[in-house]
């Protein structure tokens, strides 16, 4: 499936709203945890941590190296998780990203999509890590997680990417 053609004389977003368009629409993707879900199990996948992976795997400009430790404060704040385990978990895996693009250069999408499945899986593990006892018995769950989170990280890098092309001429 290939975007839609551009019209040649669109308007460009003004310069200000270009720069926070990755930031809200991260912030965004964290906010759907606040939407009333109703659910037996928890497997909602993390929306802001799949649109901060998409935007730092298509657009690796749209985001500073510091901007994942600000973003998952936001995420803690309305998730409910302990404060500061997405701070350190989306950086870190955010720089993970950035080392393995100073190594790598050109990828294709599936190697982005195989570079934010190892980040997905790290981030849930290491929530998991942080937030639960070590006895509780949610590895199941944390496994049906991540595979539903990792298969919907297509449809958030299409959704970024869609983003991308309205905010740039």
Do not use: Y
Not at 134 to 149: M, R, T
């Amino acid at each position: 499936m290939t975007l839609p053609p551009r019209r040649p004389f669109d308007d460009p977003l003004p310069a200000g709203s270009a720069r926070l368009l990755p930031w809200t629409s991260v912030m965004a993707g964290s906010l759907v945890t606040i939407l009333p879900w109703g659910a037996t199990l928890p497997v909602l996948p993390p929306f802001g941590l799949l649109m901060m992976l998409s935007w730092r795997l298509l657009a690796p400009l749209s985001l500073r190296s510091w901007a994942p430790s600000m973003l998952g404060l936001f995420d803690d704040l309305v998730s409910g998780q302990p404060i500061g385990s997405a701070m350190m978990l989306w950086t870190a895996v955010f720089f993970l990203v950035e080392a393995l693009d100073a190594r790598s250069g050109v990828r294709d999408f599936v190697q982005n999509w195989a570079i934010a499945a190892v980040a997905i899986a790290l981030c849930l593990a290491g929530g998991r890590l942080v937030a639960t006892p070590l006895g509780a018995h949610v590895d199941s769950v944390l496994w049906l997680q991540i595979v539903i989170s990792i298969l919907l990280f297509p449809a958030t890098a299409r959704l970024v990417a869609w983003i991308d092309l309205k905010r740039v001429v």
